[in-house]
């Protein structure tokens, strides 16, 4: 009996201990809910429609949770993702081939990576003004060369990134965005890289004493996201056949959401992207299953943030009972 | 140490050159400190302006967002009158797109600098009060543009009558339902995917909207979302609707950002035939879906002329002139046979 009782828990204890759980909970009973309301939830199609906008938020939420690992934050994604797409698209119209003007795109990105880095790492300033400040300088530089005006000239070739699909059904961005986070979960679990993040994050002084240079991880995983952000907003851009001057407004507080809720410890030190991919996939199930079931507009913001309390507070629950178990 | 002292330097290299990038945008005419704006200072201030003023004046637009396909136009249409009267001006707005705080304490900077003359626009009619009172006491001709508060605390405003808007949309809708290419179309679900549900004159639209169509389908399912200026969050909302409302065969864009991605939608799922779209705005990207025939139409809205008129307005009210409070801009519809017409009018405007 005693044994018994000292199995369960164990294999209990090993349940609550993934992170992931907190998530995986709330989403299921979510999906079960939508779909008994409307049956639609559960085709194909609208499960890609779903994956497609988690797929938005994954790109640059993946490398986002290595940079919460590190116990570090950005919040100038948005912006850059608008100006990964407008310098893109810029290139393109003035006949730059498309792999250069993405090239240019992601190299705008970098440089706005480069100079955050070394802003917070090499002048040891703090990372949430930081990012904030450049938030609003890459914004207004998107304003001043665009006017406010959406940048056309996709080519052919261009918008197949972010409208074409697989087999006429899987959108090419969702199959990019699991790539993306497949390699990341690879490098945070079975590297010696994604293990030094944990302890950059975990104990920095601890991490610089055992050899890990902690200012060079921390600039890494800073210009890694800036890049991926540009990404993000090239595939935008490649949807939509223009760059939009407020593409991705707003989504670093979506993504870190996202990251968040999967398990992510803003304080850093602990984390996973397969969490995040669940962070990622639950938001866009909440807005996209609060039309299906037909709730009223009004009332829609209201049940996201309160979906969304209630899957913070069931992880804590399961990180109290994986404590005791 | 040694990067803090490089970055300080850094930083005011950027801030010297941003100073200087900002000011070859305008004239030297600036007697407030704006979160972000362009002053016109135009290019004949001896120009005769007609007004019984007999001087040249200083016109503050404050704005709730700098460029753009909407605000743009009424920048380029405020600069052209004020170039025409010889007058001197700035086009100023918060540093954050529709923050209705920040327009406030940009209206108390023009108050307390004396303009001669404010346009604006509010959003929060109640927020306004108390700026507006100090201006009307101080004797500033105050002119809102495509919003409004009261008569006694403005002169008066121009902008797309929100009621004449919806109902504008309704019958464009009703036409086409009448014409061959929809005549198998039995019943009227629609949705009107506006910027916010908080947007005043947009839930007034939409009622004006839902009213013309239920006099003609008094069934018709009528969907009101949101879009947030998001050309994604429209593109999913659109698809999550024609989930849940599978007879879905209408839908109406009621933001200028969020209507390329309605139409990239349609495009993409090869829609055009299965639904009536209504686009807004006539930016060249809009105007290029409805060419294609993407979009059925695209409804303008004339900011060039809310911006244009509104100085003429300024001029009038100096002028001893009595205005009537409302003035309609009107709206154009802009079907794929138009557009060309429509492009050589934003042209000889000197938009795109």
Same mark, same amino acid.
């Given at each position: 009996m005693g044994e018994n009782t000292k199995t369960n828990d164990s294999i209990l204890k090993k349940i609550l201990s993934k992170n992931e759980i907190g998530t995986l909970f709330p989403l299921v009973f979510l999906c079960v809910v939508v779909t008994i309301i409307n049956p639609n939830f559960m085709t194909f199609s609208n499960i890609m429609d779903v994956f497609r906008t988690a797929s938005y938020y994954l790109i640059v939420g993946a490398p986002l949770t290595l940079l919460l690992i590190a116990a570090d934050m950005d919040l100038s994604i948005g912006a850059?993702?608008?100006?990964?797409?407008?310098?893109?698209?810029?290139?393109?119209?003035?006949?730059?081939?498309?792999?250069? %003007?993405i090239l240019i795109g992601l190299?705008?990105?970098?440089?706005?990576?480069?100079?955050?880095?070394?802003?917070?790492?090499?002048?040891?300033?703090?990372?949430?003004?930081?990012?904030?400040?450049?938030?609003?300088?890459?914004?207004?530089?998107?304003?001043?060369t665009t006017r406010g005006l959406s940048v056309s000239g996709a080519t052919k070739a261009f918008k197949v990134l972010g409208q074409g699909r697989i087999f006429g059904r899987i959108y090419l961005t969702v199959?990019?965005?699991?790539?993306?986070?497949?390699?990341?979960?690879?490098?945070?679990?079975?590297?010696?890289?994604?293990?030094?993040?944990?302890?950059?994050?975990?104990?920095?002084?601890?991490?610089?004493?055992?050899?890990?240079?902690?200012?060079?991880?921390?600039?890494?995983?800073?210009?890694?996201?800036?890049?991926?952000?540009?990404?993000?907003?090239?595939?935008?851009?490649?949807?939509?056949? %223009?760059?939009?001057?407020n593409a991705g407004a707003g989504t670093e507080l979506t993504v870190m959401a996202a990251a968040i809720i999967g398990g992510t410890s803003l304080f850093g030190g602990s984390g996973s992207v397969i969490g995040s991919i669940l962070g990622c996939v639950l938001l866009a199930v909440i807005s996209n299953g609060l039309v299906l079931i037909k709730v009223d507009s009004f009332w829609q913001n209201l049940i996201f943030g309160i979906i969304l309390l209630i899957s913070v507070a069931i992880d804590k629950y399961r990180q109290k009972l994986s404590n005791a178990a | 140490m040694k990067a803090r002292k490089l970055l300080a330097v850094l930083l005011t290299m950027l801030l010297i050159v941003s100073l200087v990038g900002c000011g070859s945008t305008g004239g030297n005419n600036n007697s407030t400190n704006p979160s972000s704006g362009t002053n016109t200072n135009p290019s004949n201030p001896a120009a005769d302006?007609?007004?019984?003023?007999?001087?040249?004046?200083?016109?503050?637009f404050?704005?709730?967002?700098?460029?753009?396909?909407?605000?743009?136009?009424?920048?380029?249409?405020? #600069?052209?009158?004020?170039?025409?009267?010889?007058?001197?001006?700035?086009?100023?707005?918060?540093?954050?797109?529709?923050?209705?705080?920040?327009?406030?304490?940009?209206?108390?900077?023009?108050?307390?600098n004396k303009a001669d003359g404010i346009i604006t626009v509010i959003l929060n009619p109640d927020q306004a009060t108390d700026v507006l009172s100090k201006a009307r006491a101080a004797n500033i001709p105050v002119v809102t543009c495509?919003?409004?508060?009261? #008569?006694?605390?403005?002169?008066?405003?121009?902008?797309?009558?929100?009621?004449?808007?919806?109902?504008?949309?309704?019958?464009?809708?009703?036409?086409?339902?009448?014409?061959?290419?929809?005549?198998?179309?039995?019943?009227?679900?629609?949705?009107?995917?506006?910027?916010?549900?908080q947007t005043q004159t947009q839930?007034?639209?939409?009622?004006a909207f839902c009213e013309r169509i239920k006099q003609e389908y008094p069934?018709?399912?009528?969907?009101? #979302?949101?879009?947030?200026?998001?050309?994604?969050?429209?593109?999913?909302?659109?698809?999550?609707?024609?989930? /849940?409302?599978?007879?879905?065969?209408?839908?109406?864009?009621?933001?200028? *950002?969020?209507?390329?991605?309605?139409?990239? *939608?349609?495009?993409? #799922?090869?829609?055009?035939?299965?639904?009536?779209?209504?686009?807004?705005?006539? /930016?060249?990207?809009?105007?290029?879906?409805?060419?294609?025939?993407?979009?059925?139409?695209?409804?303008?809205?004339?900011? *060039?002329?809310?911006? *244009?008129?509104?100085?003429?307005?300024?001029k009038d009210i100096k002028d001893g002139k009595k205005l009537p409070f409302d003035n309609d801009s009107g709206t154009i519809v802009i079907t794929p046979d138009k557009v060309q017409e429509h492009l050589d009018l934003l042209k000889s405007r000197g938009l795109y």
């Open positions: 850059v993702t608008a100006l990964g797409g407008v310098c893109c698209m810029f290139a393109m119209r003035a006949g730059v081939p498309m792999v250069p %003007s190299a705008a990105g970098a440089l706005i990576g480069i100079f955050k880095a070394w802003i917070i790492v090499d002048c040891e300033l703090p990372a949430l003004i930081v990012t904030l400040g450049i938030q609003y300088a890459v914004n207004g530089i998107v304003s001043i199959i990019i965005a699991l790539i993306i986070a497949i390699i990341y979960q690879l490098i945070l679990s079975k590297t010696k890289y994604g293990r030094s993040l944990f302890a950059v994050g975990g104990n920095p002084e601890t991490a610089r004493l055992a050899g890990i240079p902690v200012k060079k991880r921390r600039k890494e995983i800073h210009v890694i996201v800036s890049v991926f952000a540009a990404l993000t907003g090239i595939l935008m851009a490649s949807r939509f056949s %223009s760059a939009q001057t | 302006n007609g007004s019984n003023t007999g001087e040249s004046q200083n016109i503050m404050v704005s709730i967002v700098t460029g753009g396909v909407a605000w743009g136009s009424a920048q380029k249409g405020f #600069e052209d009158a004020l170039s025409e009267l010889g007058w001197t001006g700035q086009y100023v707005s918060p540093t954050k797109a529709n923050d209705t705080a920040g327009v406030i304490d940009l209206l108390d900077t023009a108050v307390t495509n919003t409004f508060t009261t #008569e006694e605390l403005q002169d008066c405003w121009i902008g797309t009558d929100p009621t004449n808007m919806g109902i504008t949309q309704a019958e464009t809708v009703l036409n086409l339902l009448k014409s061959e290419k929809y005549s198998s179309f039995d019943h009227v679900t629609a949705c009107y995917i506006q910027t916010t549900l839930n007034q639209q939409y009622k069934n018709a399912t009528l969907i009101q #979302e949101e879009c947030n200026s998001d050309a994604a969050i429209a593109a999913d909302k659109l698809a999550a609707l024609l989930k /849940s409302y599978p007879d879905l065969n209408v839908v109406v864009s009621q933001d200028g *950002y969020g209507c390329p991605g309605i139409a990239n *939608y349609i495009e993409s #799922e090869n829609l055009q035939d299965k639904l009536i779209k209504i686009g807004i705005d006539d /930016s060249p990207e809009i105007l290029d879906y409805v060419s294609q025939g993407v979009l059925d139409c695209t409804i303008a809205q004339d900011f *060039y002329k809310m911006g *244009y008129q509104s100085v003429y307005y300024i």
